[in-house]
């Protein structure tokens, strides 16, 4: 199993900037990927932002690119999720996410708040 713990969210002024971080621990030697996810209140949860954890491949819903960045530092088994230019609409619940090789589970961490006011 893998675990995960996000810090980072918080209340930022529209065209702000905030940085996520996931910590994982556990099986992380077989980490396939790592993502973010978000939900926003009555909608459902959508992909935000991908990196293959071996190949350091990217991808970003469309909404997001040219302002969010996931990076990642392989030795702090950390991903990170820099928002820039954030907008009202990217107000949601973000949830760091991890696939192990091998392994069919998806794992969760807990969400992180983020609130961007207009």
């Known amino acids: 199993q893998v675990q995960l713990v996000e810090s980072g969210g918080g209340l930022v002024q529209a065209g702000g900037s905030l940085r996520l971080s996931c910590v994982a621990s556990?099986?992380?030697?077989?980490?396939?990927?790592m993502g973010w996810f978000r939900q926003a209140p009555g909608k459902e949860r959508e992909s935000v932002a991908y990196?293959?954890?071996?190949?350091?491949?990217?991808a970003y819903l469309d909404s997001v690119k040219g302002r969010f960045t996931i990076s990642r530092d392989n030795a702090k088994n950390t991903v990170y999720l820099q928002m820039d230019s954030l907008k009202p609409e990217d107000t949601a619940v973000y949830y760091c996410?991890?696939?192990?090789?091998?392994?069919?589970?998806?794992?969760w961490g807990q969400g992180t708040q983020v609130t961007v006011s207009s």
């Open positions: 990196r293959g954890w071996r190949d350091g491949s990217t």
């Open positions: 996410n991890a696939r192990v090789v091998g392994d069919p589970n998806r794992y």
């Open positions: 556990g099986r992380t030697f077989s980490l396939y990927d």
